[in-house]
Structures are given as structure tokens and as C-alpha cells.
């Protein structure tokens, strides 16, 4: 690696590390759901390489758990993956200058974390020939740490103490990324309207309230800011 | 439909696929100045609607009914985390106050 270039990854690595505290123990819930929910260790660390994505895993245990089609857990899968169109176009135009080889590699490393921080000035902002190398030490330094811990989960099972309340740290990190989301009386209105119809449907069979919850949501939003425009 | 190995597979090998081309959709494949303007202005609330549908049910139902008191410890430790929040951009801050709330809850009960 070039001097510039090592550099920035370190830059990345060190980004991302306030946010690790939260990816421990996540990976680790995520890697004992999985077993929880009656996949092998092997199928839970699988799970974790294919998608490399904390919520879609947990979604996708706890529709296994439930014996749930197999159509029907991809599609609530995608639903919860949704939020990764959004990141994708926002990420696009600080990369498209990039061979499609690296394209390829940082949408793959791409979570909620590694956009929040990728995004932020001082790294947009960096020098274009080697921010790449800063978005990649963020998105390789998660990467480690998140399959350390889901095998970490998957081999001790259900072996934690429920005592601990550790799956709390799940919503506890998404909280942490909703509140910043929440700016404006649109995206207020996408966040009350979807915690709300996500309160009303949780009866529904496997977990389909998240689903309808979610898109819901994205029309009270839509509906919201497009009135304010006229 | 009774669980059986190859489905769990397929399961573990579409999900890979799923979020692999949601996250590459505009980074590798497509320009987002190509779709239609309302397409655009959906998207950006998306992180708002599924984030809240994840996390208010996950404060308000810890356990598959309706816990809206203050007796609820997930409840009143997830708003103490809002509260980090709003005033602290760390994100390790607020994750540290949520649990550390919790913990002094359930020790309290």
C-alpha cells in the first residue's frame, strides 16, 4: 500500500472504533440466535459471511425459528435490507470513479456504520485518489470484529445468561442510528408512523409487521414532504 | 412447511444475495439521477421507517405485548438512550448509558 494509502485505512480503522463497543455483543446475539433457532453453528457463521448484516440475520433466525417459507424469510430479508438502496445512492457519487472491483468490495463491506461514518465531511472530503482506502479500513476493521464475535455466539450458544438482557444492545444500536435520522418533520413523521403500524401489527405471522411497519412508514414520509413542497 | 437442511442453505445463500444486491444497487450497478425524482424522495425515508420499526417494538413489546409504563425497564432505559443521544453524537455514549440503565433497572425490581 501506498504511504497516502495506508494512511487513510488507518484513518478508517480508527473512525470506526468509538462504534465496536456495540458490535460485540450485536455479533454475539446474532451468532446465538442463530443456533437458537435451531441452525448448526456452521449455518449461523455462513449466514454471517453471506449477509454480513446484523439485522438481516436476526430476521432471517427468527423466521427459521418459525418455521417460515422459505420465500416469504428472503422477503422480509430484502424489506430490512431496504435501508441499503438509500446508503448505496448516497455512497454512489463518492465512488463512481472507481474501478468496478473495488465497487464491488466496498458495497459488500457496506453496513449502517460503515455509512454513517463514510459519509461524514472530513471523510468525503478526503484526497479522491485515496478516501477509498479510508472507507475500506472502516468497512474491514467492522467486518473483523463482526465475525469474531457472531462465531464467538454461534460456538457458546445459548450458553449466556438471559440475565445480561445483551439482545437489548440490538435495539440499543439501531436506536442510536434512528435518532440521527430523524431531522426533519418528514422523516418524524416516517419514524411515528412506522414504531406505531409496527405496534399494531405485531400479531401478524412471521414478523410481517416489520414489512408493513416499514413501507407504511416510508409513505407517511413521502406523503409529508410532498405536501410541504406544493 | 417442515424445516429441512436444504432449506436453511437456501435461506443463508438468499440472504447473501439479498443484501448483497441492496447494498450494491447504485454503487455498482445503476446511477440514482436515472430514476424517477419520487423514487428518490422515497428512499430517504427509509432509514427513518425501518429503523422505528425496528426499535419501538423492541421498547414497548420487549416481551410480545403492549409494556407502555414506566415499570417497562427497556422503555425508560431506551428513552434515557434517546436522551444520550440527542446531546452526545457518540454512539458508544448512548449504547453504555442504555445498558448501564437497564442493568441498575433490573437490579432495582
Known sequence: MLPNARSEFLAGCRDIAPVLVGTVPFGFVAGVAAVGAGMTPLQGIALSFFAFSGIAQLVVAQLVAAQSPVLLTLAAALVVSLRFLMYSAALSPHVAHLPARWRVLIAYLMTDQMFAMGTQHDVVSGERHHRHYRLLGIGVTLYAVWQASVIAGAVAGAQVPAAWSLDFVVTLTFLVLLVPALRTRADLAAGVVAGAVALLAAGLPYRLALVVASLVGIGAGFLVEWRHRR | MAASPVNEWLVIVGAGVVTFLTRASFIVFADPHKFPHAFRVALAFVPAAVLAA????????????M?????????????????????????????????????GLQALA
Open chain 2, 54 to 65: 425496528i426499535v419501538v417494538p423492541g421498547l414497548v413489546m420487549p416481551h410480545g405485548t
Open chain 2, 67 to 103: 409494556e407502555l409504563t414506566p415499570a417497562n425497564p427497556r422503555l425508560v432505559a431506551g428513552l434515557a438512550a434517546v436522551a444520550v443521544a440527542a446531546k452526545v453524537r457518540n454512539p458508544l455514549v448512548s449504547i453504555v448509558a442504555g445498558m448501564v440503565v437497564l442493568w
